[in-house]
């Protein structure tokens, strides 16, 4: 599959995905969303890919913001189509079975810390910036920031980052907890890679039903009945029945994937 504006390359299980705008510092326009969009009908239907990374192309940016020239003429309908098509996206890749990280090499500002953050986690180069800049165009960030900033890092922290639209550095975002790790530019691919190694090597299965179980926790009670939901769909799986065998055989398992 190809596509106009990302590069791909399966290696090992790992799909590594490259915004590829790198004169617009990977601003994401509509052709972006479409072949994101795209790219996650690809990455649930192929059995080859068991992890993904996000990054951008170019030095300076993983992705820079949403193309404001798209804004220019956007009434409030049209405004609104634009948040939920954003949010829709956003939601597939959150809820994706397979872990996605963002491999933020660059500014990751507006619709791509929006971007960024609707990974299951973040690893930033030591020159990534992150920041919601939309108050400073009027508006407000419409792909899921203003709920998942808060999530990540706290209601005041979040709401403090979003009314200011200031910047952070990676050390700051790794403090408050937007991202996991901080890296050189240089070894941050193989680091997100590495990480992703290890998740290969569990079940599936499992993999699967814990990205779905963290991802109810803010449901607040109603989390703790989806943990015992994704808890019975592991019992019984050959999954299951391979990891406990090998655990009590004293040997690594080699899980089906069902």
């Keep these: 599959m190809t596509y106009d504006t990302l590069l791909t390359a399966l290696e090992e299980g790992i799909l590594t995905v490259t915004v590829n705008r790198p004169d617009k510092m990977n601003a994401l326009n509509r052709s972006v969303l479409a072949d994101l969009d795209r790219l996650m009908d690809r990455v649930l239907s192929d059995h080859d890919i068991r992890a993904v990374i996000l990054t951008g192309a170019g030095p300076k940016a993983f992705v820079a913001g949403a193309d404001i020239s798209e804004f220019l003429q956007a009434g409030p309908d049209e405004g609104a189509v634009l948040a939920k098509r954003g949010q829709d996206l956003f939601l597939r890749i959150e809820r994706c079975p397979k872990p996605f990280i963002a491999a933020v090499n660059g500014f ?30 009027g508006i407000i960030p419409g792909y899921g920031g203003t709920q998942r900033l808060p999530r990540l890092v706290g209601p005041g922290r979040a709401m403090e980052l979003i009314l200011t639209g200031n910047m952070i550095d990676a050390a700051e975002a790794l403090r408050i907890g937007l991202v996991n790790h901080v890296t050189t530019a240089e070894t941050l691919l193989e680091t997100a890679a590495g990480i992703l190694r290890t998740i290969a090597s569990k079940s599936p299965v499992a993999v699967a039903r814990s990205i779905e179980a963290v991802n109810a926790a803010p449901l607040g009670d109603e989390g703790f009945a989806v943990e015992v939901e994704m808890f019975r769909a592991c019992c019984g799986t050959e999954d299951m029945k391979e990891g406990v065998t090998a655990f009590l055989e004293k040997r690594k398992p080699i899980f089906p994937g069902r």
């Design 108 to 137: 990751a500002l507006g619709g791509g810390c929006e971007l960024a953050m609707s990974c299951h986690f973040r690893l930033a180069s030591d020159n990534a910036r992150f920041g919601q800049p939309e108050v400073n165009l």
